[in-house]
């Protein structure tokens, strides 16, 4: 990952050595690099470097990143998602094994405590119709 002191120093390989592509290089894009080799002479890289070195200093971190870290961003992201997933899902002793037990024997066992006045009616069809649906 590229922190702001390289950005900095992208900046300055933009500003006085972007007409040979330093900074494109800099940043894997070898084939934008090239092109500002073959055309220094026209000084079209020059006023290309000045907007990259002005966009460069102007840019935070985050921004770098998605630009020209996005595959460690995609990766940061999908772990964090997995980390979110893990944190928000049900503890194991709560889950319940499908194999184990059949639907009917849970819907019996839902009936019951209906019955049993443990949970209301509109909970009950909520449930039924959850344990239905699996």
Request: aromatic share 12%; charged share 25%.
């Amino acid at each position: 990952m590229k922190n702001k002191e390289l950005t900095t120093a992208l900046a300055f390989l933009s500003l006085f050595f972007g007409g040979a592509g330093l900074h494109k290089f800099y940043l894997g894009n070898y084939l934008s690099g090239f092109l500002y080799v073959i055309f220094w002479w026209t000084f079209i890289p020059l006023v290309l470097c000045v907007v990259d070195g002005v966009k460069f200093l102007n840019m935070d971190d985050r921004q770098f990143n998605l630009i020209y870290n996005y595959e460690l961003m995609h990766r940061l992201r999908v772990e964090s998602h997995r980390t979110d997933s893990l944190l928000h899902a049900p503890p194991p002793q709560t889950r319940r094994k499908q194999s184990s037990i059949s639907k009917t024997q849970e819907l019996k066992e839902l009936r019951q405590l209906l019955v049993e006045g443990a949970i209301e009616e509109s909970d009950y069809e909520q449930m039924k119709k959850e344990i239905l649906r699996r």
